[in-house]
């Protein structure tokens, strides 16, 4: 086929094809990088694919500097037709050639919307049916197809918009793709979390039906991977204080309003609840207004739930950071359990006292321990009054000779205890043991001078 058997033989041909006319525009070079997906590896040993990557990094360039056609991500879509191979040979050349990261995530995100068009959602706002999920490719082919698309997201972790992260991510636990796959989407969500709403929490939460709850154990990690950073960043900045931070905060707030949209769902148990909640220091939070609202909702969503079960919710609440407003309302509701009520009504007494001698209003810590002590103080006391009490009738009964002749009587071979070791003790230091020395009152005809000795009998 070469010039050696005649002159403008089938190799000279292809060659001058390809120059004058695939290579000299993009959507011609994808089209030939489309046929040699079938002709692998004869394509690349004849150096076929290599030009056309060349060529399709250089177009691509020249597109992006100075659109030919409107809109200007034409070419984008062009690279539709190619498998993720090929478009991946393309993503990493371009990479290599130092395009822009927004660039090659306006590239992923077009083939990732139109090759798992069930998985991915159009961000147009045009939404998905769950039937639609199964109708390109099997589930096999799109996990491989998502791992890939994933391996080539570029590291700059901005360049992508948050919904499309939580779609890819939800797409990655829907189809059970790898440990390593699923974990660089958290790691990405994780380290802009300050930015991320409630609304794209909810991505990863639901269902494509968005009927029922799907996976809050992402939602975890990645909480949980943001607060690890920031405790860590903390320390680095030598701040051992339980001082958040401004994201921090963002993140409080955004977790509680997350909270307040999944509690209305049967399906979420209490210890989710609790498990979400407690992720985030208590400093994270200046007040409760929105996790007591969270609570409320779940409470009504779950009307079955007995006193013991409502408290548990209520524990990863701080009463005395609530507002004004929610105390007043929180002292009303009857859904509370009966003890965050009395703390409402406590805050908001020693509130109203405050405001009548015109005294500051004590802090909430301040108060929260006065409380504590105050529990505490008259739990020693109910104590001390019980033991006292004891040991009022254990001294009654031994210095009562009936009382103390008839236990010895029916205790010839009891066993010696605290309170009857205590009693002899006390015994031994009773003056009147061996009897009154005071005869003021006693009959003159009584011979007192000697005392007649007395037996008594112990059978």
């Known amino acids: ?52 990557l060349d060529v399709a990094n250089a177009k691509v360039c020249e597109e992006v500097i100075f659109p030919s056609r409107s809109p200007s991500n034409w070419w984008t879509v062009e690279l539709l037709v190619l498998n993720v191979l090929f478009f991946g040979k393309i993503i990493v050349a ?45 589930l096999d082919q799109q996990r491989k197809l998502l791992e890939s698309i994933v391996m080539l997201l570029p590291p700059e972790k901005a360049a992508f918009p948050i919904s499309f992260i939580c779609c890819l991510l939800r797409a990655a636990i829907f189809l059970k793709a790898s440990t390593n796959c699923k974990k660089e989407l958290e790691k990405r969500l994780s380290s802009i979390l300050e930015h991320v709403t409630e609304d794209d929490l ?11 709850l799907f996976d809050l154990e992402s939602v975890r990690r990645i909480i949980l991977a943001f607060v690890e950073k920031e405790k860590s960043v903390a320390v ?46 208590k400093a994270a939070r200046k007040v409760d207004d929105d996790l007591y609202r ?3 909702i779940y409470f009504k969503a779950h009307p079955n739930l007995d006193e013991i079960e409502r408290e548990k919710a209520c524990s990863v609440m701080d009463q005395l950071k609530l507002s004004h407003e929610a105390r007043l309302h929180a002292s009303q509701n009857k859904r509370l359990p009966v003890q965050i009520v009395l703390h409402a009504l406590y805050y908001d007494q020693l509130k109203l006292r405050s405001r009548t001698d015109n005294v500051d209003v004590p ?19 109910e104590a001390l009054k019980s033991e006292l009490m004891t040991m009022k009738m254990y001294i009654s009964d031994m210095q009562n000779p009936k009382s103390r002749g008839t236990m010895s009587s029916k205790g010839g071979a009891k066993k010696t205890t605290f309170f009857s ?24 005809m009584v011979d007192i001078t000697k005392p007649r000795r007395r037996r008594f009998s112990i059978s």
Do not use: W
């Open 421 to 444: 070791s205590m009693t002899k003790t006390l015994g031994k230091l009773n003056p009147f043991r061996h009897g009154s020395k005071d005869t003021s009152n006693t009959d003159d």
């Open 236 to 281: 680095f900045n030598g701040d051992f204080q339980e001082v958040c931070s401004a994201p921090m905060e963002r993140v409080a707030k955004m977790v509680d309003a997350y909270l307040g949209e999944i509690a209305i769902y049967s399906e979420l148990s209490i210890s989710k609840f609790n498990a979400i909640a407690t992720l985030l220091p």
């Open 94 to 138: 371009l990479q290599q050639r130092g395009a822009k990261a927004l660039i090659l995530a306006m590239a992923i995100i077009t083939y990732a919307e139109r090759s798992l068009p069930g998985l991915v959602r159009d961000h147009s706002g045009v939404g998905t049916k769950s039937s639609d999920i199964n109708d390109s490719h099997g």
């Open 294 to 296: 969270a609570i409320d």
């Open 363 to 381: 802090d909430p810590m301040a108060t929260r321990g006065q409380v504590l002590a105050d529990v505490s103080l008259v739990r020693e006391n």
């Open 202 to 212: 909810l991505i990863l939460s639901f269902s494509y039906d968005g009927e029922q």
């Open 1 to 52: 086929m070469t010039d050696q058997y005649c002159d403008n033989n089938l190799a000279g041909r292809a060659e001058d094809f390809l120059v004058q006319v695939a290579f000299s525009s993009l959507s011609g070079m994808i089209l030939v990088l489309k046929s040699c997906e079938d002709l692998l590896p004869k394509a690349e040993d004849l150096k076929i694919v290599q030009r056309c």
